[in-house]
């Protein structure tokens, strides 16, 4: 049960995060120029669907655009699906992490995927009151 779902409300506007809760949220340390590799605890697939049923009398106004990120050692995909049928705001996600340890060398390009992971998550899908 939630008391709030919009992140922020501006007139007939309601600005909704795309997943109810942050799928991924772990940055990987900065560092200039990293010399050990990096290990995460294991490799893995970790996928999120959230699905908003809108009341009668809200429209979908802007939907995210599809992401897709990759980089040598991992993938990350996003979807977003209005069904005005059934007034049901459909985002999923998935992160593939093919192996556990990031190579020093590798390490910036890393780095960068998790962090343009955060910020394709802080995207937010907005509705309107009719």
Request: hydrophobic letters at 35%; glycine letters at 4%.
């Amino acid at each position: 049960e939630y008391e709030k779902v919009p992140d922020f409300i501006a007139g007939s506007k309601y600005f909704l995060n795309s997943r109810m809760y942050k799928f991924w949220s772990k940055a990987l340390p900065k560092t200039e120029k990293r010399h050990n590799d990096y290990y995460l605890e294991y490799p893995f697939i970790k996928t999120d669907s959230t699905i908003y049923q809108l009341p009668e009398g809200f429209v979908v106004e802007n939907l995210p655009k599809p992401g897709s990120i990759k980089y040598a050692l991992g993938s990350y995909q996003s979807t977003y699906f209005f069904d005005a049928a059934k007034r049901q705001l459909i985002t999923t996600c998935k992160v593939k992490i093919d192996k556990h340890i990031i190579p020093a060398a590798q390490y910036q390009e890393a780095l960068l995927f998790f962090s343009d992971i955060i910020k394709e998550q802080q995207q937010k899908v907005v509705v309107r009151k009719e």
